[in-house]
């Protein structure tokens, strides 16, 4: 039965909690389809409350079996239940009670992923944002803090593994071949952090010694037989501790840390106290069956929960409004982290990528919303690239506009101040305003109000006078249910560039404040005149992206090839660089649309040829700097009316081109960067295959002969080399034989591994044109393929909606057909997963007319379906809206 009531909560309505939890003692007896749950709890009447006042818990589907109070069993007068909610009218006098609810639950029964389930035979859990609610009746909210004593009871042979949060204190054999465990979580903690798994797994241990001497025993349990793939999250998860203590100052605070990988998952991970929760695909990994990018993944989502020990734990959210508060600071930590232990500058470029590609989307189309939503109906679906990715650039645009010192200061006082608290955004930005005396009330906008931001600019230099004038004007566009938007405060690194290369230095600023290189952009324009500007500078704007805006110069074509060969920022070098070659591909699919044969400038191919070979850069962003933009990058570009056909013409067109006029440089420059059989899965090795793996592709599309990729996956020893490798055979010669041999050695070799499964299942669906439909329908039919299983689904049926361009986006309507049956087929089972999938859909009005109306008619049909769940319903009513 679902329950959509279609209520909308809002951020205006929030009230404190009228009863508090300060502990709660729960007892399981595990067994996998009848689970019985003993919640003890001690429930306060909070300060000016009235007695009598009734205690409302929330419910998700429970079946109630006891209920009493300090002992004594409930009249049936004295309370109503439902299974989705229990309220008590008649409750003792006094300040305090303890409640006593026995519920029993269907573990095996719950395909949602939700509240406790089954895995793979374990029995694990996952209560954020409102799964605790599917296990027991409680104040399922982030603001009612509790600490927990947790017993575990189940059979010892297929659980001999029970584990919760906190530090284990008990433990000892009963009869019946069961046993049992205690755990005591000293840290008090909201119900969305609670945590359990039993079953029977490997395990990796290890020791920490934090910076005051705790000794931590570590612990990363995975399915047996994978043990050795353990061994990198445990090496990250060692990093991560060691990098809070040193940059954030930050300690861990329980004896043990535990992580568990599970294969089905909704989401990446999941932070609970002293025992995260991981989906295994950011568990496992070996240089067999893990692409560089999957380490990377591994280690920033390891540290990423780690990390939200302090920010999501210690100091968590008043309520789900403020989800950003511990997401989006979260991210910014890991994001700082990826970026020390590996290249600062490839870490940027590859964050400011992930942003544009699944944020600005958002940001501009109809699922738009501020990073602090005011409103959602189901809060699931507010796990955003809002939420996270811009939220994590409004924390970067503190610090850029603080400086480190201040920005540190003010983290030491938000630890410092708000230990223990559900804390707020203002409580947030109220530290940041103490130590640097700084009035954040404009800047607290990129909080409030949703959309992308413009920046234009406009430049004129006067050679006599030696004067520089910067017109600079903000705009933002109306998103959602925000007709009018206030003006924001931009902060824009910048540098004037010189013939030279070098960045010019001016004698006096007027129209704006320019700090440490930061011009702040707060007014609607800006006149800004720079004095002692001899020669025309090229202008490097938004270096590093210190601000999440659409900025558009007017500026010579020239110039930004000079940007390109000396800016001296070198994210604004790779974005000068990827400008260019976007442009071309926006022009080149112009001409190809109008029936004229697609033509490119020599100079990308030029410059492309310079880069690769410029040894002064490291590998790995030499590969960046040689990708293309991605077909939905040059789409967003574009805007509207897409045919997404002639935008896949005119890139192969762009890459072509590229590979002509440098074939024999890149050849030899793929060979040189060969490996001879050495793996380390470090930044330096992985950037090496990545520029190798780049320019393959390039050598693929100028020759048409399949050879030098089938030879690369078949000496291939790793899986970074042995997926690119078969990817460029799917991409550029779908058609031969080494094609289908590598496929099906691909299958032989790893079929029985489903996480290596689904690189092979990916690398099909995002084969371009339109025989990709029939390619992936057949997969679904595949052994390896589960409808159930959320990585399966995503692999699949989530690559294929997402980086499938001219597959999915078929002109005859087809490939939307056959998506709006599967997102309705997963939502029998698992409605968050089906909601997110559904969002694949969100940018439907920016095609042209006729893949507009067939769109619509599959996000319709998905509309009209019978008995939605309200996490679909949220998303296609808002995309339809
Ligand atoms: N906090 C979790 C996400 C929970 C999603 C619930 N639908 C993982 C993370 O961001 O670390
Ligand atoms: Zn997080």
Redesign the pocket.
């Known amino acids: 039965m679902r329950t959509d009531t279609g209520q909308v909560f809002k951020l205006e309505d929030y009230r404190r909690p009228d009863y508090r939890i300060p502990e709660t003692r729960l007892s399981f007896d595990l067994h996998p389809d009848r689970t019985v749950v003993v919640s003890e709890l001690l429930i306060e009447r909070a300060d000016g409350v009235p007695e009598g006042t009734p205690l409302v818990l929330d419910g998700d589907g429970l079946d109630l079996l006891a209920l009493d109070i300090n002992g004594e069993p409930l009249g049936a007068n004295a309370y109503e239940a439902t299974p989705d909610r229990l309220a008590i009218h008649a409750l003792p006098k006094g300040p305090s009670f303890r409640l006593r609810v026995t519920t029993r639950i269907d573990p095996s029964a719950n395909q949602a992923l939700m509240g406790l389930y089954r895995s793979s035979g374990v029995y694990t859990t996952?209560c954020?944002?409102e799964g605790f609610r599917r296990i027991t009746y409680s104040l399922d909210r982030p603001d009612v803090l509790s600490v927990y004593r947790v017993r575990l009871e189940a059979d010892k042979a297929a659980a001999p593994l029970l584990l919760s949060n906190g530090n284990p204190v008990e433990a000892g054999d009963l009869p019946g071949g069961r046993h049992y465990a205690v755990w005591d979580d000293p840290h008090p903690k909201p119900s969305y952090l609670f945590a359990l798994v039993a079953g029977d797994l490997g395990v990796v241990t290890d020791e920490f010694v934090t910076m005051s001497g705790r000794r931590v025993a570590l612990g990363i349990y995975v399915e047996k037989g994978k043990e050795p793939r353990a061994a990198y999250a445990m090496d990250a998860l060692k990093r991560s501790m060691t990098w809070d203590e040193e940059v954030f100052g930050r300690e861990y605070d329980l004896d043990v840390f535990n992580i568990v990988a599970v294969s089905d998952f909704?989401?990446?991970?999941?932070?609970n106290k002293g025992l995260n929760i991981f989906n295994d695909k950011y568990v496992l990994a070996d240089e067999e069956t893990a692409t560089d990018a999957d380490f990377a993944n591994i280690e920033a989502i390891i540290a990423?929960?780690y990390f939200?020990n302090w920010t999501?734990n210690r100091i968590t959210c008043r309520d789900w409004f403020q989800l950003c508060l511990?997401?989006g600071l979260?991210v910014y930590r890991d994001h700082e982290f990826s970026a020390d232990q590996r290249s600062r500058a490839v870490k940027r470029i590859a964050e400011v990528r992930t942003l544009k590609a699944h944020q600005f989307p958002e940001d501009q189309g109809p699922l738009a919303h501020p990073v602090r939503p005011r409103r959602y109906r189901e809060i699931?679906n507010f796990?955003t690239a809002t939420v996270?990715e811009k939220g994590s650039e409004v924390v970067r645009m503190i610090r850029t506009i603080l400086g480190v010192d201040a920005f540190r200061a003010g983290m030491d006082l938000y630890f410092e101040r708000h230990d223990g608290d559900a804390a707020t955004i203002e409580d947030f930005l109220a530290v940041f305003e103490e130590v640097s005396g700084r009035d954040l009330s404009q800047f607290a906008l990129w909080y409030h109000q949703a959309g992308t931001p413009n920046v234009s600019v406009k430049a004129s230099h006067d050679a006599a006078t030696g004067e520089l004038v910067l017109d600079i004007e903000q705009s933002s566009p109306p998103t959602p249910g925000e007709s009018r938007k206030r003006l924001m405060h931009i902060p824009l690194a910048f540098g004037l560039v010189g013939p030279d290369g070098r960045d010019m230095i001016w004698e006096t600023v007027e129209g704006a404040a320019v700090e440490h290189g930061v011009l702040h952009v707060r007014k609607r324009r800006h006149h800004v005149r720079f004095t002692g500007i001899a020669e025309r500078p090229r202008l490097s704007l938004n270096r590093g992206f210190s601000a999440p805006v659409t900025l558009s110069v007017e500026e010579r074509p020239e110039d930004r090839a000079f940007l390109a060969r000396h800016d001296g920022d070198l994210y604004s070098r790779w974005q000068a660089l990827n400008g260019l070659m976007t442009d071309a591909v926006i022009e080149a699919s112009k001409q190809l649309r109008d029936g004229r044969a697609a033509s490119f400038s020599a100079e990308i191919a030029e410059l492309c040829g310079t880069i690769a070979a410029d040894d002064r850069f490291e590998e790995a962003y030499r590969a960046l700097a040689l990708s293309l933009p991605s077909e939905a990058d040059i789409a967003r570009e574009i805007g509207s009316n897409i045919d997404p056909d002639a935008i896949l013409s005119a890139r192969n067109g762009l890459i072509e081109a590229i590979a002509g006029a440098n074939a024999d440089a890149f050849a030899t420059l793929y060979d040189r960067l060969a490996d001879g059989g050495r793996f380390s899965p470090d930044a330096a090795s992985a950037g090496r295959r990545a520029l190798r793996n780049v320019l393959l592709d390039y050598l693929a599309a100028g020759s048409r002969a399949p050879g030098r990729a089938a030879a690369q996956y078949g000496d291939a020893g790793n899986m970074t080399d042995r997926s690119a490798a078969l990817a460029v055979l799917v991409m550029r010669h779908a058609d031969a034989a080494e094609t289908k041999a590598a496929l099906a050695d691909f299958e032989a070799r790893f079929g029985s591994d489903a996480l290596v499964m689904d690189k092979w299942f990916q690398i099909q669906a995002a084969a371009p044109g339109t025989g990709a439909l029939a390619t992936v329908r057949a997969l679904t039919n595949h052994p390896g393929f589960s409808i159930a299983n959320p990585n399966r689904v995503r692999a699949l049926i989530g690559t294929f909606s997402s980086a499938n361009q001219t597959g999915f986006h078929r002109a005859d309507g087809e490939g939307y057909r056959f998506f709006a049956g599967i997102v309705l087929e997963v939502e029998q089972r698992n409605p968050?997963v089906a909601a997110r999938l559904a969002t694949g859909l969100r940018s439907w009005r920016s095609l042209e007319p006729r893949r507009k109306a067939l769109a619509r008619e599959a996000l319709q049909k998905i509309a009209t379906a019978e008995n939605l769940s309200p996490d679909l319903r949220d998303i296609v009513e808002r995309t339809l809206a």
Do not use: I
Not at 266 to 271: F, V
């Open positions: 996952q954020e944002a909704n989401m990446g991970a999941m932070e990423h929960e939200h999501g511990k997401e979260t699931n796990y996270y968050q």
